[in-house]
């Protein structure tokens, strides 16, 4: 069982940066891909990025290549999602999840965060 807290969002304007944090709890934290996602207001929830167990393999939507950045720190069991040159468009609710596998979405995630609002202005 893996519990997972993001916290970061917040309002912002475009053009300007977060970094998103997601702390997991338990000692298998480096045994899954971790993952953000995103769900906007009357749209479908969509993959973000993912980033591999203990490598710094990642994969992002094309729409975040170049903007965003995943990351994590194994010995503190937390997953990062820095956002650079945010516009309008990102503005969502983001989540944090993982994987027991790595790969391109579709991602067969197992356990999700209650996410977090993040809101850009233009």
């Known amino acids: 069982q893996v519990q997972l807290v993001e916290s970061g969002g917040g309002l912002v304007q475009a053009g300007d940066s977060l970094r998103l944090s997601c702390a997991a709890s338990?000692?298998?934290?480096?045994?899954?891909?971790m993952g953000w996602l995103r769900q906007a207001p009357g749209k479908e929830r969509e993959f973000v990025a993912i980033i591999n167990y203990n490598s710094p393999g990642t994969y992002y939507t094309d729409s975040v290549k170049g903007r965003f950045t995943i990351s994590r720190d194994n010995a503190k069991n937390t997953v990062y999602l820095q956002m650079n040159s945010l516009k309008p468009e990102d503005t969502a609710v983001y989540y944090c999840?993982?994987?027991?596998?790595?790969?391109?979405?579709?991602?067969?995630?197992?356990?999700w965060g209650q996410g977090t609002q993040v809101t850009v202005s233009s």
């Open positions: 999840a993982a994987s027991a596998i790595y790969r391109p979405p579709p991602v067969p995630f197992s356990y």
């Open positions: 338990g000692r298998t934290f480096s045994r899954y891909a």
